[in-house]
């Protein structure tokens, strides 16, 4: 059993097929190819549609520069109104209505012109019902919809994604300036301030890049610490505990400092940041930020056990029997035997 126009309507509308109220534009000519449809469309219960018709491409072109509607059907007649130089125009005009072209050719004959004139649909007046008419104007409205929401989602992931980078960009910054400040207070020297500005941070000449050339650290090194940055980024701390342990003994023997170290990471981390692209840079910060902690924390850890060490260095065990009180008493008994020993010989 069929169902009625209401019960079409609410099921149609709860599920997002045809739209409640649509407002189309029907460009004709004199002869008005496929009025009737247009007209039968406008009068189906199954959705409100609004219909205004206009006669002439002109005409058309003026009335869509000046107002919106949701869809645009377009009387194809060669000889009168070329339907497809139209729909091809305003597609290089910029217009992005969904366009349904209505001819009285054969679908199989103009559908792939009309598509690659850039029409959404091309319907055959004498073979095309209303309802069908309905839903494939429902179904080009949908589809500029989702398209324009998919390039407004693009543009926004875009521009998350430059913020991101500029984020990360900043923060490496004031790393960067934090150590020109602990350089500055080792050698007994002020750093320049830096100033607002609305550059890159990463352009800024900050004093620590040039105390990392000054204190150059070895390529094995670079490297071992940026795969170790890379596998924290992927996995986390929770496996790496053990590398980063050994990492810090490494350092600690080597005898780098925590400002060393933090110029190793912002190096590494710069490369890795660059090399990301368009990907995102929030995660990989987040990671880095946590990874540089745990590796000072155990390198502070490891120089406070080499401080202790030298504090209280370690002691060799004497032998049994040669402690403290018998090795002066010795020492006190072979002075007896010499003194007796000088004596007798005078």
Not at 155 to 172: F, G, N, W
Not at 249 to 262: C, D, E, I, K
Request: aromatic fraction near 4%; hydrophobic fraction near 40%.
């Amino acid at each position: 059993m069929p169902m009625t126009d209401r019960e079409v309507k609410k099921q149609t509308t709860r599920m997002g097929g045809l739209p409640a109220r649509m407002r189309a534009l029907f460009i004709t000519s004199s002869h008005r190819t496929g009025a009737w449809l247009a007209e039968a469309l406008a009068t189906d219960s199954a959705s409100d549609v609004i219909l205004e018709e206009t006669v002439g491409a002109a005409a058309g072109m003026a009335r869509l520069r000046d107002e919106v509607f949701d869809i645009v059907l377009i009387s194809h007649e060669p000889e009168e109104l070329d339907a497809l130089e139209l729909a091809q125009g305003l597609r290089a005009g910029g217009s992005e209505e969904p366009i349904l072209v209505l001819g009285i050719a054969a679908v199989a004959d103009s559908e792939a012109t009309a598509f690659e004139a850039g029409a959404d649909a091309y319907l055959c007046v004498n073979d095309t019902a209303t309802r069908a008419l309905l839903w494939t104007a429902a179904r080009a409205i949908e589809r500029s919809q989702l398209v324009r929401e998919n390039r407004r989602l693009v543009l926004a992931e875009r521009q998350r994604l430059q913020h991101e980078h500029q984020e990360a960009d900043r923060l490496l910054g004031e790393q960067r300036g934090l150590i020109a400040e602990l350089h500055g207070v080792t050698i007994g020297t002020e750093p320049p301030p830096v100033e607002d500005s609305d550059e890159n941070p990463s352009t800024i000449p900050f004093p620590a890049r040039v105390s990392i050339e000054r204190m150059p650290l070895p390529d094995n090194l670079i490297t071992h610490y940026a795969d170790l940055l890379r596998a924290y980024v992927i996995m986390g701390s929770g496996n790496l505990a053990a590398q980063m342990r050994d990492l810090a003994g490494l350092l600690v023997a080597a005898g780098v400092t925590p400002q060393q170290t933090m110029m190793l990471h912002l190096q590494v981390l710069e490369d890795l940041i660059n090399g990301l692209g368009s990907r995102s840079a929030r995660h990989v910060m987040t990671r880095a930020d946590l990874l540089v902690l745990e590796v000072m924390v155990y390198l502070a850890d490891g120089y406070r056990l080499r401080y202790l060490d030298r504090q209280q260095p370690p002691r060799q065990l004497e032998l049994p029997g040669f402690g403290e009180s018998e090795a002066i008493g010795y020492r006190l008994e072979g002075r007896k035997t010499k003194t007796a020993t000088c004596f007798r010989g005078l």
